[in-house]
């Protein structure tokens, strides 16, 4: 007897352009086929942030690093997006740019046809154009350049001839745009030269365009060459040749961003990572998002659940972090209640951050202490506590400075861990090289728990860049581990971090051109 077993229906692939690495170019339709995937497949050059946009759950394949000494074929990479549709899976093969240019688009969606496997190309913004606004270099103006053209410095060593006309592109009246042209920068340069190209032809040569770590560097056609060999450039790397280049500013109004050149590692929770990224990102930072500990569900919502029926009872319920705020009141929403629960209870937030996490709940803090931390709040109670019942909302682990001084005034106090807070216990292996290189040059630190759980992972390490503390309570912990910082914020917030990493990097500017 025979059994037919239906076979399993292929999934889908989208070849989604990623973008030249700023990842506020990542189009909608990237960011939706990024929230579908089952499994996300992409280049080493694509930005890691963009990887957020994935469903938690998604498997995420990175292609590889240089570095290692390790990347796949492209024969492999094939293999492996074939594999996953033919499991039912939703793949997002994310590449850098956009896949038809000069991605080998064509190679994957030729394998997908082949296998029968449904596919959408979603294109991204190509370096080649963003070089013209991140740069400010005209690729396109009405006297020097009625055309752009792309063209690949590097052809597959397969090849018999180049297919390059260096004749035709000579006589190219506008804009010449290589890409990869790194390893074969004399062949073209001299190539262009050799049929007519005047040596003089300004050349902009454009070393991560559109990250926070975007190198330009001007020469000519005739000394391009020797400008590579001489400041030892690898890719990846755009060549802008054209009389355009010389309409630039020196320093577009990307590289005038008052943190532009600046990598900071920010080492937080997912929430507060994504604030202070967003906000460093802004000025011109190139932000690191690194977690040092991994925020979650309470293992036993039990005691939570057990408070939350007796709410009624207490005369305050303090949070003491913006992700207790969240967890606590998620955690209501699941019990199928809403913020009606908190009746007249008043609210208590250890700092403007926490305050501002209440408020996108419609809930307003009834008291923010002048400084942001346990000392300070427990001194503004402390005076009316007698006989109240307080109920602290916080971490799984924690300073308990608070629940002390309120019992020793005469307060019955709870504490309810609604959330987990654990250390990260491998290091991300790009930070630690940077990291050993020296190449990150501050670290902000926003907890007690982030400090100790830096130190663990890094060790001496830390002590290659500058670390900015969130407040007194953060920097005595870095003190007591050996690692004082440079800066403390001033307020204790992202905000007043942020501040205080930007008067330093202002002043030691002044002083290095005075």
């Not at 394949?61 to 290692?68: A, N």
């Not at 804009?175 to 050799?194: A, N």
């Not at 106090?413 to 990260?424: F, G, R």
Request: glycine share 10%; proline share 5%.
């Amino acid at each position: 007897m025979t059994t037919n077993r239906s076979k399993q229906p292929p999934g889908i692939v989208y070849l989604v352009g990623a973008g030249p690495g700023d990842p506020g170019l990542i189009t909608l339709r990237a960011v939706e086929c990024l929230g579908r995937a089952d499994v996300v497949i992409y280049d080493y050059l694509v930005n890691p942030v963009l990887i957020k946009h994935a469903a938690a759950a998604a498997e995420l394949v990175c292609l590889g690093r240089p570095t290692t000494g390790r990347t796949l074929s492209q024969v492999e990479v094939n293999q492996r997006m074939l594999e996953a549709a033919q499991n039912g899976k939703v793949v997002v093969r994310l590449k850098g740019g956009d896949p038809s240019v000069f991605g080998r688009g064509a190679d994957e969606t030729g394998a997908l046809r082949e296998a029968g496997i449904p596919f959408e190309i979603v294109p991204g913004i190509t370096a080649g154009l963003a070089v013209g606004a991140y740069c400010e270099i005209p690729i396109t103006h009405h006297e020097d350049a009625s055309a752009i053209a792309l063209i690949t410095g590097r052809e597959r060593d397969e090849k018999e001839e180049s297919a390059i006309d260096h004749e035709a592109l000579a006589r190219f009246p506008g804009t010449l745009v290589f890409y990869m042209g790194v390893d074969k920068v004399t062949q073209w340069s001299q190539g262009l030269i050799g049929n007519g190209k005047p040596p003089e032809t300004p050349v902009a040569v454009v070393r991560w365009c559109t990250r926070a770590r975007q190198q330009e560097i001007r020469c000519t056609l005739g000394t391009v060459a020797e400008t590579v060999r001489d400041h030892a450039l690898r890719p990846p790397a755009l060549f802008v040749v054209g009389k355009a280049v010389d309409r630039a500013p020196l320093r577009s109004w990307f590289a005038q961003r008052p943190l532009f050149g600046q990598r900071i590692l920010v080492p937080a929770s997912q929430t507060t990572s994504e604030r202070l990224y967003d906000r460093l990102a802004g000025l011109g930072a190139d932000a690191i998002t690194q977690p040092a500990i991994r925020i979650g569900e309470p293992g036993d919502w039990a005691p939570v659940d057990d408070a939350l029926d007796k709410l009624d009872q207490y005369d305050w319920l303090v949070f003491s972090s913006g992700n207790g705020v969240d967890y606590l009141l998620r955690r209501i929403e699941d019990l199928g209640g809403d913020v009606r629960w908190l009746g007249r209870i008043k609210l208590a937030a250890m700092g403007s951050g926490t305050a501002e996490r209440l408020a996108r709940y419609h809930l307003k803090a009834d008291l923010i202490p002048a400084q942001f931390v346990a000392e300070s709040l427990a001194s503004t109670l402390v005076g009316d506590a007698a006989g109240k019942r307080f109920l602290l909302a916080r971490a799984s682990r924690g300073r308990e400075v608070l629940a002390m001084e309120l019992r020793q005034a005469g307060a019955h106090v709870d504490q309810i861990a609604v959330y987990d807070s654990v250390d990260v216990e491998e290091p991300d292996p790009d930070v630690a090289a940077q990291l050993a290189a020296g190449e990150i040059h501050w670290i902000t630190v926003t907890s007690s728990a982030i400090a100790r759980s830096l130190v663990n992972l890094y060790g001496d390490d830390l002590g290659s860049a500058r670390i900015a503390s969130i407040g007194p309570v953060t920097s005595s912990a870095l003190r007591d581990l050996g690692h004082a910082p440079s800066v403390e914020a001033t307020p204790q917030s992202i905000e007043g971090l942020v501040e205080a990493i930007l008067r330093w990097t202002t002043d030691e500017r002044l002083t290095i051109r005075g």
